[in-house]
């Protein structure tokens, strides 16, 4: 569970986050969503500790985040993050992408690829492969380690709307707490979490 409570932030004197509060449950999937510049990538940083706001309180579970002794290991054990552009490094092939940051065995990797869709390009280079495979190569990279956390910044911003769907469907299968913050409306479900922002406000 993650507990925003009285966030608000502002980079210069415009604040860009106002008094946000909000509960996001245990293995939920959640949507940020808003019009571009509404704030949600800068919510997103704060959830996911990238950014430490102005004012208020984020916790996970019951532990606040200025508790937290070492945020680099707490990120590096429990946080995946996705971004629009996916970071692989070119020299690397998918499989070496996913190993250079794996605890986990080669067998795995390799299941997390599977799952993925991907497993048959292992030994690719990102620039071999599609725009929708480098992205799900991101993700694999993002939940070798079994994070407790996702987090995606506009993961869909450079894919066609099939590789979109695709994505969708495997952040929200997932076995974690996902947030994404994305423009796109069109991939969320019923039962997905929405947070609305307006104007840096929930809405
Ligand atoms: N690093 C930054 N420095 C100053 N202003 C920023 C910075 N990042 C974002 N902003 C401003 O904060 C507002 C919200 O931006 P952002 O969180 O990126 O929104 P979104 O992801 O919804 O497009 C915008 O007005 C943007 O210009
Ligand atoms: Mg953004």
Known sequence: MIRL??????????????????????NSFNIISGESGSGKSTLLSVI???????????????????QIKNMD????????????????????????????????????????????????????????ISGGQRQRAAIARAIINQPKYIFADEPTGSLDSKNSQIVFDILRELDATVVVATHELGYAQKDDTMITLKDGRLC
């Open 73 to 128: 290991i707490f990120r590096n054990r429990h946080i995946g993050f996705v971004f629009q552009f996916h970071y692989l490094i070119s020299h690397l092939t998918v499989y070496e992408n996913i190993a250079l940051v794996s605890r986990k065995s080669k067998k795995d990797a390799q299941e997390v690829l599977k799952k993925l869709g991907i497993l048959d390009l292992e030994n690719k280079y990102p620039d071999e």
């Open 5 to 26: 409570e009285h966030i608000s932030h502002h980079y210069a004197k415009e604040p860009v986050l106002h008094d946000i509060s909000l509960q996001i449950e245990a």
């Open 48 to 66: 996911s500790t990238l950014l430490t706001p102005s004012k208020g309180k984020l916790f996970f579970d019951k532990t606040q985040s200025t």
